[in-house]
Protein backbone atom coordinates (compact mmCIF):
# COMPACT_ATOMS: atom_id res chain seq x y z
CA UNK A 1 0.00 0.00 0.00
CA UNK A 2 1.53 3.40 -1.41
CA UNK A 3 1.84 5.89 1.18
CA UNK A 4 1.52 9.70 0.60
CA UNK A 5 3.45 10.49 -2.36
CA UNK A 6 4.42 14.62 -3.50
CA UNK A 7 6.41 15.10 -6.75
CA UNK A 8 8.61 17.10 -7.83
CA UNK A 9 10.54 16.54 -4.78
CA UNK A 10 12.70 19.60 -5.63
CA UNK A 11 12.28 22.45 -7.83
CA UNK A 12 14.01 25.30 -8.31
CA UNK A 13 12.27 28.35 -9.80
CA UNK A 14 12.60 32.22 -10.49
CA UNK A 15 10.78 35.20 -8.60
CA UNK A 16 7.29 36.04 -10.56
CA UNK A 17 7.20 32.23 -12.19
CA UNK A 18 4.49 30.04 -11.20
CA UNK A 19 4.51 26.48 -9.71
CA UNK A 20 2.48 23.57 -9.23
CA UNK A 21 3.07 20.66 -6.77
CA UNK A 22 1.05 17.67 -6.72
CA UNK A 23 0.13 14.71 -4.14
CA UNK A 24 -1.66 11.52 -4.24
CA UNK A 25 -3.10 10.47 -0.63
CA UNK A 26 -2.71 7.17 0.93
CA UNK A 27 -5.16 4.25 -0.47
CA UNK A 28 -8.50 5.16 1.55
CA UNK A 29 -7.92 8.96 2.37
CA UNK A 30 -10.38 11.12 0.96
CA UNK A 31 -8.57 14.41 2.95
CA UNK A 32 -5.73 16.43 1.98
CA UNK A 33 -3.84 18.93 3.71
CA UNK A 34 -0.97 20.86 2.51
CA UNK A 35 1.60 22.81 4.55
CA UNK A 36 4.86 25.46 4.09
CA UNK A 37 7.56 24.60 6.37
CA UNK A 38 10.17 26.96 6.42
CA UNK A 39 13.88 26.46 7.54
CA UNK A 40 13.93 25.68 11.40
CA UNK A 41 9.98 26.49 11.54
CA UNK A 42 7.44 23.96 11.85
CA UNK A 43 4.76 23.08 9.06
CA UNK A 44 2.55 26.06 8.65
CA UNK A 45 -1.27 25.45 7.52
CA UNK A 46 -1.84 26.14 4.25
CA UNK A 47 -5.26 25.14 3.16
CA UNK A 48 -7.30 21.59 3.74
CA UNK A 49 -10.10 20.12 0.99
CA UNK A 50 -12.41 17.31 1.08
CA UNK A 51 -14.56 16.07 -1.47
CA UNK A 52 -12.97 18.53 -3.94
CA UNK A 53 -14.04 21.87 -2.24
CA UNK A 54 -11.45 23.94 -0.09
CA UNK A 55 -12.59 23.37 3.06
CA UNK A 56 -10.44 25.43 5.39
CA UNK A 57 -7.17 27.92 4.41
CA UNK A 58 -5.09 29.10 6.64
CA UNK A 59 -3.33 32.66 6.65
CA UNK A 60 -1.77 32.29 3.07
CA UNK A 61 -2.83 35.12 0.12
CA UNK A 62 -4.39 34.27 -2.30
CA UNK A 63 -1.43 33.45 -4.38
CA UNK A 64 -1.84 29.90 -2.88
CA UNK A 65 -4.76 28.15 -4.92
CA UNK A 66 -5.44 24.26 -5.11
CA UNK A 67 -7.38 21.53 -6.42
CA UNK A 68 -8.42 18.49 -5.80
CA UNK A 69 -9.58 15.53 -8.17
CA UNK A 70 -12.41 12.99 -7.90
CA UNK A 71 -9.55 9.93 -7.05
CA UNK A 72 -8.45 12.35 -4.36
CA UNK A 73 -5.12 13.81 -5.46
CA UNK A 74 -4.36 17.32 -5.16
CA UNK A 75 -2.14 20.23 -6.78
CA UNK A 76 -1.08 23.26 -4.65
CA UNK A 77 -0.52 25.89 -7.09
CA UNK A 78 1.63 29.17 -5.62
CA UNK A 79 1.45 32.04 -8.47
CA UNK A 80 4.00 35.11 -8.83
CA UNK A 81 6.65 33.91 -6.61
CA UNK A 82 8.35 35.54 -3.89
CA UNK A 83 11.89 34.75 -2.34
CA UNK A 84 9.92 34.33 0.49
CA UNK A 85 8.16 31.06 -0.49
CA UNK A 86 11.36 29.08 -0.60
CA UNK A 87 10.49 26.25 1.72
CA UNK A 88 9.47 22.85 1.83
CA UNK A 89 5.80 21.75 1.05
CA UNK A 90 4.42 18.77 2.76
CA UNK A 91 1.27 17.41 1.50
CA UNK A 92 -0.73 15.29 4.48
CA UNK A 93 -3.96 13.34 3.89
CA UNK A 94 -6.31 11.42 6.39
CA UNK A 95 -9.32 10.21 6.59
CA UNK A 96 -12.35 11.30 8.74
CA UNK A 97 -9.68 13.65 10.72
CA UNK A 98 -7.50 11.14 12.15
CA UNK A 99 -4.15 11.15 12.59
CA UNK A 100 -2.03 12.93 8.90
CA UNK A 101 0.43 10.63 6.62
CA UNK A 102 2.52 12.86 5.43
CA UNK A 103 4.75 12.93 2.04
CA UNK A 104 8.30 13.36 2.09
CA UNK A 105 7.95 17.04 0.64
CA UNK A 106 8.30 18.94 -2.11
CA UNK A 107 11.45 21.56 -1.74
CA UNK A 108 10.94 24.58 -3.71
CA UNK A 109 13.73 26.95 -3.97
CA UNK A 110 13.03 30.58 -5.77
CA UNK A 111 15.97 32.74 -6.97
CA UNK B 1 -2.87 31.32 18.83
CA UNK B 2 -4.17 27.62 17.67
CA UNK B 3 -1.22 26.02 18.06
CA UNK B 4 1.03 24.63 20.60
CA UNK B 5 4.60 25.92 21.55
CA UNK B 6 6.97 22.77 22.12
CA UNK B 7 9.70 23.66 25.06
CA UNK B 8 12.80 23.24 24.87
CA UNK B 9 13.34 23.96 21.72
CA UNK B 10 16.26 22.03 21.41
CA UNK B 11 17.75 18.71 23.20
CA UNK B 12 20.90 17.22 23.71
CA UNK B 13 21.03 14.17 25.52
CA UNK B 14 23.76 10.98 25.69
CA UNK B 15 22.24 7.40 24.29
CA UNK B 16 20.44 5.37 26.86
CA UNK B 17 19.14 8.71 28.77
CA UNK B 18 15.30 9.74 28.85
CA UNK B 19 13.97 12.82 26.84
CA UNK B 20 11.41 14.89 28.03
CA UNK B 21 9.92 17.57 25.60
CA UNK B 22 6.72 19.32 26.76
CA UNK B 23 4.09 20.91 24.86
CA UNK B 24 1.79 23.85 25.74
CA UNK B 25 -1.36 25.64 23.63
CA UNK B 26 -4.32 27.86 24.66
CA UNK B 27 -7.21 26.77 22.83
CA UNK B 28 -9.82 23.80 23.57
CA UNK B 29 -8.84 20.67 21.81
CA UNK B 30 -10.52 17.51 20.85
CA UNK B 31 -7.13 15.75 20.68
CA UNK B 32 -3.58 16.02 20.57
CA UNK B 33 -0.73 14.06 18.23
CA UNK B 34 2.99 14.20 18.52
CA UNK B 35 4.88 13.66 15.47
CA UNK B 36 8.53 13.15 14.29
CA UNK B 37 10.65 14.61 11.89
CA UNK B 38 13.93 14.06 10.37
CA UNK B 39 16.10 16.30 9.41
CA UNK B 40 13.96 17.59 5.79
CA UNK B 41 11.59 14.58 5.62
CA UNK B 42 8.35 14.32 6.14
CA UNK B 43 6.52 14.52 9.82
CA UNK B 44 5.87 10.86 10.83
CA UNK B 45 2.70 10.49 13.58
CA UNK B 46 3.39 8.82 17.06
CA UNK B 47 0.90 9.03 18.98
CA UNK B 48 -2.51 10.51 19.68
CA UNK B 49 -3.53 10.90 23.12
CA UNK B 50 -7.84 12.25 23.55
CA UNK B 51 -8.62 15.55 25.61
CA UNK B 52 -10.29 12.68 28.39
CA UNK B 53 -7.02 10.92 28.42
CA UNK B 54 -4.19 11.53 31.12
CA UNK B 55 -1.45 8.90 29.96
CA UNK B 56 -0.79 7.22 26.86
CA UNK B 57 2.25 4.79 26.48
CA UNK B 58 3.74 3.19 22.90
CA UNK B 59 6.77 1.15 23.86
CA UNK B 60 9.76 3.68 24.63
CA UNK B 61 6.99 6.88 24.48
CA UNK B 62 4.91 7.53 27.24
CA UNK B 63 2.48 10.72 27.11
CA UNK B 64 0.54 12.84 29.35
CA UNK B 65 -2.05 15.34 28.83
CA UNK B 66 -3.46 18.42 31.36
CA UNK B 67 -6.22 19.97 29.73
CA UNK B 68 -6.11 22.00 33.17
CA UNK B 69 -3.07 23.47 33.03
CA UNK B 70 -3.38 23.33 28.80
CA UNK B 71 0.05 20.87 28.21
CA UNK B 72 1.41 17.68 27.20
CA UNK B 73 4.76 16.11 27.77
CA UNK B 74 5.87 13.61 25.34
CA UNK B 75 8.83 11.04 27.63
CA UNK B 76 10.98 9.34 25.36
CA UNK B 77 12.88 6.61 27.46
CA UNK B 78 16.31 4.98 26.55
CA UNK B 79 17.13 7.19 23.79
CA UNK B 80 19.36 5.72 20.65
CA UNK B 81 21.10 7.74 18.11
CA UNK B 82 18.07 7.44 15.96
CA UNK B 83 15.87 9.05 18.10
CA UNK B 84 17.70 12.02 16.86
CA UNK B 85 15.08 14.31 15.14
CA UNK B 86 12.49 17.20 15.51
CA UNK B 87 9.47 16.92 17.19
CA UNK B 88 6.24 18.67 17.13
CA UNK B 89 2.78 19.07 18.66
CA UNK B 90 0.24 18.85 16.86
CA UNK B 91 -3.57 20.48 18.20
CA UNK B 92 -6.05 18.58 16.41
CA UNK B 93 -9.86 19.81 16.12
CA UNK B 94 -10.47 20.61 12.12
CA UNK B 95 -7.18 21.14 11.42
CA UNK B 96 -4.17 20.36 12.45
CA UNK B 97 -1.68 23.13 14.16
CA UNK B 98 1.81 22.60 14.52
CA UNK B 99 4.37 24.80 16.45
CA UNK B 100 8.06 25.30 16.08
CA UNK B 101 9.75 21.83 17.49
CA UNK B 102 12.16 20.83 20.01
CA UNK B 103 14.51 19.72 17.86
CA UNK B 104 16.71 16.70 19.82
CA UNK B 105 20.02 15.51 19.31
CA UNK B 106 20.99 12.07 21.16
CA UNK B 107 24.59 11.63 21.26
CA UNK B 108 25.96 7.86 20.77
Known amino acids: DAGVTQSPTHLIKTRGQQVTLRCSPK?????VSWYQQALGQGPQFIFQ???????QRGNFPDRFSGHQFPNYSSELNVNALLLGDSALYLC??????????FGEGSRLTVL | SQQGEEDPQALSIQEGENATMNCSYK?????LQWYRQNSGRGLVHLIL?????REKHSGRLRVTLDTSKKSSSLLITASRAADTASYFC????????FGTGTSLTVIP
Open chain 1, 49 to 55: YYEEEER
Open chain 1, 92 to 101: ASSYNTGELF
Open chain 1, 27 to 31: SGHDT
Open chain 2, 27 to 31: TSINN
Open chain 2, 49 to 53: IRSNE
Open chain 2, 90 to 97: ALTGNQFY
